[in-house]
């Protein structure tokens, strides 16, 4: 079975730093697309990140870019997003999600189709 668990939320001052972790079982990195999303209250989930774990190629929301890293970790079977000098607007449920792709990836919410529960990221000012 398919699985993703998010952790490492929680709350951080502006400025700060988090990482947060996808552990995924079930199914090989490799022949799939993982991606962070990430929504706020009130707004659209969007999609922050994105890796292709067989190619290594990665795609960032502009406002992420420069602060934000994803990797993943075949051996261990995990997809991290570090994330730096977070802002308020930072805030929200992240969750990763996984597609089935053999190369590349999209921050395009509908194209995923296994989701984790979330982890909570809060921003303070």
């Known amino acids: 079975q398919l699985q993703l668990v998010e952790s490492g939320g929680g709350l951080v001052h502006s400025g700060g730093s988090l990482r947060l972790s996808c552990a995924v079982s079930g199914f090989t990195l490799d022949d799939y697309g993982i991606g962070w999303f990430r929504q706020a209250p009130g707004k659209e989930r969007e999609g922050v990140a994105c890796?292709?774990?067989?190619?290594?190629?990665?795609h960032y929301l502009d406002d992420a870019k420069g602060r934000f890293t994803i990797s993943a970790d075949k051996n261990k079977n995990t997809v991290l997003l570090e994330m730096t000098s977070l802002k308020s607007e930072d805030a929200g449920v992240y969750y990763c999600?996984?597609?089935?792709?053999?190369?590349?990836?999209?921050?395009?919410?509908?194209?995923?189709?296994?989701w984790g529960q979330g982890t909570q990221v809060t921003v303070s000012s």
């Open positions: 890796i292709s774990p067989s190619d290594g190629m990665t």
């Open positions: 999600a996984a597609e089935r792709r053999r190369a590349g990836c999209v921050r395009v919410v509908y194209t995923y189709d296994h």
